[in-house]
Each structure stands twice: as C-alpha cells, then as structure tokens.
C-alpha cells in the first residue's frame, strides 16, 4: 500500500522560508519519480518540480531559483525547500508519486499516488 504524508506547511510572510516534506511508505523513493504541485483554490493544480529515480530536477519557471527539490533516500522522504516566498506561492501543495511516469512531469495524470497536501500561506 503506497502512501504518501506531506507536512511542513504554514503561514510565513512575504520573503520567508519553508521546507515541506514528504514521507513515502509502500515505494522505494530511489526507484520512483516523484514532484510536488500546487493548486489555490478554483484553479486547476500547477507542477511545481519534480525529481527523477536518477536525481535529476525539473521546476516550474515560476520557482526556478527559489525552490529546491531533494529527497533523502535513506528517510524515503522529499522535500521541497521554498526561499523567497511570494504571496502568489500561497496554495495547497501535493507530493505525487508514479513509478513509471510516463507522461509530462507537470501533468497530473503521469502519477498515481498522491499526498493529502499541506497548506501554504504567504502574505
């Protein structure tokens, strides 16, 4: 059984920091692709970045340069290190994991399982 737990969201001000995480039980974290989204509210969910089995990165052009995607193989956890918050940054954010991820990293239908989100607030 594949779940997947994200914690780490609150309310920060504009300028601030967050680290979100994502624990992930029932997969190995080495041997799947794994992002997080986001969505506010009355709009659809938007990729905010992803890592691949290999490591490699992809991020939105919105966060390139503010935030960081890493997991810890060890602790089977992700992460998503969020500098320089902007108010625009404020949504639910999701971790989403697929073992095989096929299609576009920023489409919702290449993963499988997904995370019950945690909230962010920037003002």
């Known amino acids: 059984h594949v779940q997947l737990v994200e914690s780490g969201g609150g309310s920060v001000q504009a300028g601030g920091s967050l680290r979100l995480s994502c624990v992930v039980s029932?997969?190995?974290?080495?041997?799947?692709?794994i992002g997080w989204f986001r969505q506010v509210l009355g709009k659809g969910p938007e990729g905010v970045a992803t890592?691949?089995?290999?490591?490699?990165?992809t991020y939105a052009d919105s966060v390139k340069g503010r935030f960081t995607i890493s997991k810890d193989s060890a602790k089977n956890t992700l992460y998503l290190q969020m500098n320089s918050l902007k108010p625009e940054d404020t949504a639910m954010y999701y971790c989403?994991?697929?073992?095989?991820?096929?299609?576009?990293?920023?489409?919702?239908?290449?993963?499988?399982?997904w995370g019950q989100g945690t909230q962010v607030t920037v003002s």
């Open positions: 989403a994991a697929d073992d095989y991820c096929g299609g576009r990293w920023d489409d919702v239908r290449t993963y499988q399982y």
């Open positions: 029932g997969y190995t974290l080495g041997n799947i692709c």
């Open positions: 890592i691949t089995s290999a490591g490699t990165t």
